[in-house]
């Protein structure tokens, strides 16, 4: 489906010529995205790359054209999908009605406030970009797991949010302040400080009165369905450790300055009551920059680059529950308060670190910690992966539900659906220095093989039930009409009022609510 | 629809003892400390289940009355939000829903409901050693579970990781009766299923794709009637260690307080001028100006703590880094060790108050507070300052670990002398708006407040509040008229 002609027009007007393609190609092209396949085959559809096409890809450059977009697809009742760095199925149209908000062109870091501990970005301004300009100030940014290429913008306001560093950076939706936000009928909405009509700032993201952030997102972001997000004021940390960051060599065998005050620690806890404890106790001294639980092969493929170098990793595979941990420090005294802790603790639970035992990384471990690149080892074994899980509340829940899932990814795991990780592949980290955990599983699947997509997409299902039924918290993916309609019922009829909010704001349903929630009815 | 039969329909809820109409009783309610006017309700009624709150709302959507909750046993009230706005509107009253419903040690946190006080609360978790996020001295019989609902700033920024924090999962009556649990107490299952499942309601994101406490925060009572909630708690140190420095130039304080927030080396931190000081360690009057006058301007108090047996080793590496500190941006300032006692600061720090420090001076105060970034702070105190020469106390709080300040001004009066209040009055509207002309933003607005601060703020932040509000509260029922909600 096509623009026609004087509607393509408009749209062109709007953000000049050049700016905008309904192409056959450009069309085709931002029509796939990673994982669509799964998500195609779960919603009863053919397992294929591909998402519905969209009408045209335009590229707004500012939030006024983004507005007066959004306005022009209200008149002619399009619907907007919006794409920050891209990744994922959750940027694809649901319907081919639909136009794609490529946000390339808003890449901006509007500022660094180094005072204030915050930066405000454009969607386009990768986590990488930010990381590097804040560096400058001795300060660093939350990334989300997904890594430090995606938007950090995105992963605020629309996506999920936890990261490798959450124990000391916490989780994107409660890292935001002041936002900029074009809601579904066009009108600009400021939140907070941003939003005084004099002196505006954007130091705070609450009030007056109640906090829209309470619409905005939730655990999870709406995934463009309730507007566009223009710019948003994230908060800053405090950089873990000397910002000198010296890499040599070529990818992907880079070599890398291991800072001064940086220090991994890699135990096997044995089983999970242990490693609950061990968890809880090394969070509740706040020590860690990282705090991780892995299971052995993922352990195993955090420190590899490709299939070959996985194999030579073998005694860490076999460790029954391992623990990841970064200290990390700024001067002397913190590294050696912070290695005191850790042989009290490892003292204590009777464990002990393998790392410089039995394996040593490579520095370039550490420059991929620091820049939160881990995620990317989930891509190595089949060339996709994609998680399943998601809960977050206590450390004990996220056992609980780690242990569950094993003999039903096993169940898939023998039908060769799914990459032989045990049944175990799990990663599960700490938020806020043990205040709440989350875990994840991260399941290795081919792409290219319809039988694995399929059986990737049925093991997602059981998983989902699974948590619904032994009430493992919710998932991640419970998003789009028919997964609300599944979990509401059991979960305070939360999907009534997230319907209502959807309705209210979004009257002729322009936003995309493919991963949100329809209308009534539609 | 008639009052007697309001009255029948809620005799037929509560019986007659949990009612009441007596003009007294009334009257407590009917004013606060605020220049707010007048009104009385036309009952207090005291719930003492959350069956009995899920009915009194529904009556009040099908008989068309207000209700206000209120949760604090007593002492006094404050900002004007629990005032009767109409006739026709009953005062839900909390206070005997005083449960602690659970301590959990190992994932930090407290499950009570509205009616647990400060008083209470923090010396059933002293004997679990744990300590809950409070804000500056909390009045003992303050609720705890309001402070957190009205976004009180607590005196530990690094603790704070959210402008929302330590309210954590609620469960709420939105306006139109429904019940509702917020957070990943949602669930999927019962609390009773989700704590088998080794759940405790410390995620207070969600369910899924919204996070309904952030619109009940901060609402004053107007989008739901929260009847528990669960709230982050922190390890009870083992040793603390005051600081207390001295200046007469606050932005050499808040210098180096960016300093010790930006690397998380301190715990409790803030700023008070000499008269808030003063108030918080002493009591009587006269004692409390004779110690403003030995106190320099300001004052940059301080905590680090340590616990269990590396709690010196802490201690020790903190010290030692605060003191490179110190030294490299050449600070003159020093640790006070004469005019205030560790012991004094404390006491104000980690127990509740049964004598409300900001009434101790004059009997009376009115308090102006809003939210400002770094830069602002000086000029705006310099605003006040200008206009406000005596009696005047200052606070200053680095929150959301160090990304905002709670700035707050305390001008203390004698409500009995009708010529001061007067004054007293006209000074706090016109500095009000003052600061919100030079860019203080007034994140609570209450009372007399909110018509100015809404004019102040982007129509569509109205509009969409607004559109929340009629989601959740339909008949608008719940405290109508507070904030930009239409009486």
Not at chain 1, 108 to 125: F, G, M, S
Not at chain 1, 190 to 206: A, E, I, P, Q, R
Not at chain 1, 355 to 367: L, N, R, V
Not at chain 1, 376 to 392: D, M, N, R, W
Request: proline residues 6%.
């Amino acid at each position: 489906m096509f623009l026609e002609k004087e509607i393509f027009k408009e749209f062109e007007d709007i953000v000049g010529v050049g700016n905008i393609d309904d192409g056959v190609v450009i069309t085709n092209v931002y029509a796939y995205n990673w994982c669509m396949e799964i998500f195609n085959y779960m919603d009863g559809k053919e397992p294929i790359p591909f998402s519905p096409i969209p009408k045209a890809v335009i590229l707004p450059s500012s939030t006024e054209e983004v507005q007066k977009i959004v306005k022009l697809c209200n008149k002619y009742r399009i619907q907007i999908k919006i794409q920050s760095t891209g990744l994922g199925p959750w940027n694809q149209p649901s319907t081919d009605n639909c136009i794609i908000f490529d946000m390339r062109r808003m890449n901006k870091i509007i500022k660094i406030d180094e005072k204030n501990l915050y930066a405000v970005i454009e969607p386009y301004v990768s986590g990488a970009q930010l990381q590097v300009e804040t560096m400058k100030y001795d300060l660093t940014i939350h990334m989300p797991g997904a890594g430090p290429m995606v938007s950090p913008l995105a992963s605020a306001t629309s996506m999920n949010g936890p990261g490798f560093t959450s124990p000391c950076t916490g989780h994107s939706a409660r890292n935001v302040l002041a936002v900029e936000w074009v809601l579904p009928d066009g009108e600009v909405m400021k939140l907070g400080s941003y939003g005084l009509k004099n002196n505006s700032d954007w130091f705070h993201g609450d009030g007056p009165g109640p906090s829209l952030r309470g619409i905005m997102r939730g655990w999870a972001g709406t995934k463009s369905g309730l507007g566009v997000f223009t710019k948003v004021a994230v908060k800053l940390f405090p950089y873990p450790c000397s910002t000198d960051f010296n890499v040599k060599g070529n990818s992907p065998n880079y070599d890398f300055d291991i800072p001064d005050f940086m220090k991994l620690y890699v135990m096997d806890c044995g089983n999970f009551k242990k490693l609950e404890d061990v968890m809880l106790g090394v969070e509740e001294e706040e020590i860690s920059f990282m705090c991780s639980y892995l299971s052995g092969f993922a352990v195993m493929a955090i420190f590899s680059n490709s299939i070959e170098s996985l194999m030579d990793k073998i005694p860490i595979g076999q460790m029954k529950a391992p623990l990841v941990v970064i200290i990390t420090a700024r001067t002397k005294r913190e590294f050696a308060y912070k290695q005191k802790v850790m042989d009290f603790l490892l003292n204590n639970f009777k464990i002990e670190n393998i790392i410089g035992k039995i394996y040593t990384p490579k520095p370039i471990f550490y420059a991929e910690a620091l820049r939160s690149n881990l995620g990317l080892h989930g891509f190595i074994a089949t060339g996709g992966f994609q998680s399943s899980k998601g809960v977050a509340d206590t450390a004990a829940v996220c056992l609980r539900s780690t242990k569950s899932n094993i003999p039903l990814k096993q169940e898939f795991i023998k039908k060769e659906a799914i990459a032989n990780d045990f049944g175990e592949g799990t990663w599960m980290t700490s938020y806020e220095s043990g205040h709440y955990f989350h875990m994840e599983s991260p399941t290795m699947f081919d792409q290219t093989e319809e039988s694995s997509v399929k059986g990737m997409a049925e093991y997602m299902e059981k998983s989902n039930q699974l948590d619904l039924l032994k009430h493992l918290g919710a998932p991640f993916f419970v998003e789009g009409t028919r997964m609300h309609e599944l979990f509401g019922p059991y979960m305070s009829n939360y999907h009534i009022w997230l319907r209502k909010i959807k309705e209210t704001f979004d009257p002729n349903n322009i936003s995309d609510s493919g991963f949100y929630i329809s209308p009534q009815n539609k | 629809m008639s009052e007697t039969k309001i009255y029948l329909e809620l005799v037929k809820i509560y019986g007659s003892k949990n009612i009441s109409n007596d003009p007294n009783v009334l009257e407590k309610y009917s004013e606060d400390l605020s220049f707010f006017p007048k009104k009385e309700p036309k009952y207090v009624i005291w719930p003492r289940n959350r069956n009995q709150i899920q009915k009194t709302i529904k009556l009040a959507n099908s008989l068309n009355f207000s209700i206000i909750p209120v949760s604090s046993s007593s002492g006094p009230r404050h900002h004007g939000d629990t005032i009767p706005r109409n006739n026709k509107t009953i005062i839900l009253n909390l206070s005997k829903l005083k449960k602690i419903i659970n301590i959990d040690r190992k994932n930090r946190v407290v499950m009570i409901e509205p009616g647990v006080s400060f008083g209470e609360l923090i010396p059933q978790l002293y004997k679990r050693g744990l300590k809950i996020l409070t804000p500056l001295h909390p009045r003992a019989s303050k609720s705890v579970l309001t402070a957190a609902l009205e976004r009180e700033p607590i005196t530990i920024p690094r603790y704070m990781w959210d402008s929302s924090d330590p309210l954590l999962c609620t469960e709420v009556f939105f306006g139109n009766g429904e019940l509702f649990r917020t957070g990943a107490a949602a669930g999927p299952g019962s609390i009773k299923q989700q704590k088998k499942s080794g759940q405790a309601q410390v995620n207070p994101m969600g369910p899924t794709q919204f996070s309904p406490f952030r619109i009940i925060q901060g609402a004053q009572g107007s989008i739901g009637v929260v009847t528990w909630a669960t709230l982050k708690l922190e390890i009870l140190p083992s040793i603390q260690k005051v600081y207390h420095f001295q200046s007469k130039n606050i932005e050499e304080l808040l210098d180096f307080q960016y300093e010790l927030l930006k690397y998380r080396l301190c715990d409790e931190l803030f700023i008070l001028n000499n008269l808030n000081l003063a108030c918080l360690i002493r009591e009587d009057p006269s004692e409390i100006l004779t110690l403003t006058n030995s106190l320099a301007k300001w004052n940059l108090i301080f905590v680090i703590s340590g616990r269990d047996k590396l709690a010196s080793d802490k201690i020790a590496y903190l010290e030692g880094d605060i003191l490179d500190i110190i030294k490299e941006k050449k600070l003159k300032i020093s640790n006070n060790k004469t005019e205030t006692n560790e012991i004094d600061i404390l006491n104000f720090l980690n127990q509740a108050d049964i004598n409300p420090w900001r009434l101790r001076l004059n009997g009376g105060y009115q308090d102006i507070f809003f939210i400002s970034n770094y830069e602002k702070i000086s000029e705006l105190i310099t605003l006040v300052e200008k206009q406000i020469t005596k009696n005047l106390g200052i606070y200053i709080q680095p929150i959301n670990q160090g990304t905002s300040y709670h700035c707050e001004f305390n001008i203390y009066y004698n409500p009995n002398n009708k010529e001061e209040t007067l004054d007293v009055k006209e000074k706090f509207l016109r500095i009000s708006i003052d600061l919100m002309n030079s860019g203080a933003f007034f994140n609570r607005p209450y009372g007399l407040w909110a018509k100015d601060v809404y004019e102040r703020h982007e129509d569509s932040t109205q509009k969409a509040l607004k559109k929340v509000k009629k989601i959740f509260d339909p008949n608008n029922v719940l405290n109508p008229g507070v904030l930009c909600f239409d009486d």
